[in-house]
């Protein structure tokens, strides 16, 4: 998710051509891309009229459980109004007002401080786009939110048949003539967007405002909003990055400026010679500023961005700039700049001045030159070290995860009342005792019966639920590690599950088998995969809203692209050796519960007998180990196909960890799937921990060692 990984830095021309290329990238932007098109080269003329974005401080970053306790105290009718008092004055005067919900890097988790859109609403949902008018307001979101929505504003559910867009919507509402407000600074891939808003308000002879210079959000907020972040950036260690600073030409720092994703808010210029890193210099110690240095990176400070961008048109440079990535203020500023070389340039041929570069003769001035980052994919496929770092983490992350599920289950056998909030909070006591771990990788999502079926639910302290043996219990929940990150979904019943539930999980849990099993050819896209993950739910009818599986990163953003496997056709990156996806199908019954099971799994090359065409073939290594619970497994749905990749999905987890299998042998579970099957998921728990003294807690002490070293 976030661009600290490799890229290569290649001229698009001749050096003779004396102009330069840069890529300006965010380093706290995510990377995941629901729909990408083709990485196709375009130019914009620098007289085209384009939107901008203030200059932004740095952001720091606060504990989530701060976050719920302020969000549920907030006033939002009396925020409303104070927005809406705003409207009239004379530097604003506008009719209604569009608020996104991004930072100025688009970053999926974000500092406390640009949460414009949660504070405004009430809303916690990560997407999600809010529109007030002076009578109206109206929230815009995709499938994932529908339910926690119900309750809030005017719910618009994105995408659905019917549901006005919100240009319809602004038309539909305001007056002909009427002033439509925006603060660009979370234009990124809306940069386009914002011009077709633009042009489809214009129908009603509406305008589209750009208020550089203030956001309206902020102005309410006033002083309670959160201050900047100060925390310090540090070097990720050369054992886990697997390729040095110098030959990959970026760097391997980590930091925490936003939640739990180790980035921090930078911005880096990269010529074909030399990199500039723009960022508070109080968060870089004497080790990671003599580690940027030997590496050939120069610091700047990062408010002076945009004064790094005008200089260089001014040099007449040409420069790569990824628009679903690079806010619009870089654009805007480049393009401006751009606009007065050329009124420089017609000026003096006018006088008959001519203008030479000092190797080629005329020069041909700079160009924005828009295409998809190379980052992205170069940062998806991971190297050895980061592989193996992967895995070692996944086995301390599912040690932690077992002992979570034993302890719960001791729970809920005695009767202890425990809360969707303790239980995740306990599920980090676990997790916080393993070597290397740092932060979560997102808020846990703990939904107990009902609160299942809300696909990105977060669980409130006075407003949870109580987790029991009456209902089906969801927990999705990852760990960030100095080594890896982590993404595991688990549903179990503490009871008697219906048989309604059994079947709606096994056949969620045969869709994961078959992605899980998937062969498919090289220079295949995810989509191609997507429904796998869906056929056995699609066979009686049912399926879910989200995608099935999401980049991750290593040691970085748990939502990773460019690569993913979902409904979404849009998306043409093939998966490739080395890249690390999520395996997530799911299943939702509004207002009764949620059913998902994710693992996740690395792309590998497969010896197939045949290679058809002369290519190869891939399929998936299993990273994630930890136990399904087989109560919910309606053995009867399971056809031979399913049965047989059970089994090999059994001995995977066997060959993994062999102590553990031992343990398996001896407690006379046996080895067939009817066999495995019939254990209790406490029965399985407990084997697993018998491992815990060997297998699993000899890999924890081994890599304890080497954080050590």
């Known amino acids: 998710m976030h661009s600290l990984s490799s890229q290569v830095a290649r001229p698009l021309c001749s050096p003779s051509s004396h102009s330069r290329y840069f890529r300006f990238l965010s380093l706290s932007l995510p990377i995941f891309h629901s729909s990408k098109s083709h990485p196709k080269i375009f130019t914009i003329s620098p007289k085209a009229p384009l939107l901008t974005v203030r200059?932004?401080?740095?952001?720091?970053?606060?504990p989530s459980s701060e976050l719920r306790n302020k969000r549920s105290n907030s006033d939002s009718d009396e925020k409303l109004r104070a927005l809406r008092e705003l409207f009239s004055k004379p530097t604003v005067g506008i009719d209604a007002y569009i608020i996104p919900s991004q930072d100025a890097h688009q970053s999926e988790f974000i500092a406390e401080c640009y949460m414009r859109r949660a504070y405004i609403s009430g809303f916690t949902g990560s997407a999600g786009t809010a529109v007030v008018t002076?009578?109206?307001?109206?929230?815009?979101?995709?499938?994932?939110?529908?339910?926690?929505?119900?309750?809030?504003?005017?719910?618009?559910?994105?995408?659905?048949?019917?549901?006005?867009t919100t240009i319809e919507w602004l038309n539909d509402v305001l007056a002909p003539g009427g002033r439509v407000?925006?603060?660009?600074?979370?234009?990124?891939?809306f940069f386009r967007c914002c011009r077709g808003v633009k042009a489809g308000i214009a129908k009603k002879n509406h305008e589209l405002v750009f208020l550089y210079d203030k956001n309206l959000v902020d102005e309410v907020w006033n002083k309670s909003r959160p201050k900047p972040p100060n925390k310090p950036i540090r070097v990720h260690d050369l054992k886990y990055a697997g390729v040095d600073v110098a030959s990959k030409l970026f760097f391997s720092e980590?930091?925490?400026?936003?939640?739990?994703s180790p980035v921090m808010y930078a911005y880096l210029i990269v010529e074909t010679d030399k990199a500039k890193l723009f960022i508070d210099t109080y968060q870089v110690s004497t080790e990671v500023m003599d580690h940027l240095k030997n590496a050939g990176i120069e610091l700047r400070p990062y408010d002076s961005i945009l004064s790094e961008v005008e200089g260089l048109a001014a040099q007449g440079a040409n420069v790569w700039l990824d628009i679903s990535s690079v806010n619009a203020a870089i654009v805007?500023?480049?393009?401006?700049?751009?606009?007065?070389y050329y009124q420089s340039l017609e000026s003096k041929t006018k006088s008959k001045t001519k203008m030479y570069d000092d190797s080629n003769g005329w020069s041909g001035g700079p160009t924005g030159i828009y295409r998809v980052s190379p980052i992205s994919l170069a940062k998806?496929?991971?190297?050895d070290s980061e592989l193996e770092g992967m895995r070692s983490c996944h086995l301390r992350d599912a040690a932690a995860l077992v002992q979570f599920w034993v302890w719960m289950e001791e729970q809920i056998k005695k009767n202890v009342k425990l809360t969707e909030v303790e239980v995740a909070d306990k599920l980090l006591e676990f997790r916080s005792a393993q070597p290397g771990f740092l932060d979560t990788s997102f808020d846990t999502i703990s939904g107990s019966g009902a609160n299942g079926a809300i696909i990105h639910y977060r669980a409130e302290p006075d407003s949870c639920s109580v987790v029991d043996d009456k209902k089906l219990f969801l927990l999705d929940s990852g760990g960030q590690y100095v080594d890896g990150t982590t993404d595991i979904t688990r549903t179990v019943h503490f009871g008697e599950p219906p048989s309604r539930q059994k079947e709606c999980f096994t056949r969620v849990l045969q869709g994961h088998i078959a992605l899980d099993q998937a062969v498919f050819p090289e220079n295949t896209p995810g989509f191609v995969l997507d429904a796998f993950a869906r056929s056995s739910l699609w066979k009686i009818g049912l399926d879910y809203r989200h995608g099935t599986g999401h980049g991750v990163g290593a040691a970085l953003n748990v939502h990773e692209g460019p690569q993913g496997i979902s409904f979404r056709f849009g998306n043409m990156t093939p998966l490739q050796k080395g890249m690390i996806v999520s395996n997530e199908p799911g299943y939702y019954e509004?207002?009764?519960?949620?059913?998902r099971i994710e693992n996740l799994l690395v792309v590998k090359e497969v010896d197939t007998p045949n290679r058809f065409g002369g290519i190869g073939y891939l399929g998936f290594e299993k990273l994630t180990f930890v136990p399904i619970q087989a109560k919910l497994i309606d053995l009867s749905l399971l056809s031979a196909a399913d049965l047989i990749g059970l089994t090999i999905i059994i001995r995977k987890f066997g060959r993994r960890c062999p102590r553990l299998w031992m343990v398996v042998l001896v407690n006379g579970f046996g080895t067939t799937p009817d066999h495995l099957l019939s254990c209790d998921f406490r029965a399985i728990s407990n084997f697993v921990l018998a491992a815990l003294g060997y297998r699993l807690h000899q890999k924890a002490s081994s890599t304890a060692r080497n954080l050590d070293d």
């Open 55 to 62: 200059n932004c401080t740095s952001i720091s970053a606060k």
């Open 254 to 260: 980590r930091g925490s400026d936003v939640p739990h």
């Open 332 to 340: 805007k500023t480049f393009n401006s700049a751009c606009e007065r």
């Open 181 to 189: 407000g925006i603060d660009p600074g979370a234009v990124f891939v």
């Open 590 to 595: 509004d207002h009764a519960f949620g059913i």
């Open 380 to 383: 998806a496929v991971k190297n």
């Open 134 to 164: 002076k009578d109206k307001a109206a929230l815009w979101t995709d499938g994932r939110y529908f339910l926690q929505l119900s309750s809030s504003w005017i719910l618009m559910r994105a995408g659905s048949l019917g549901v006005p």
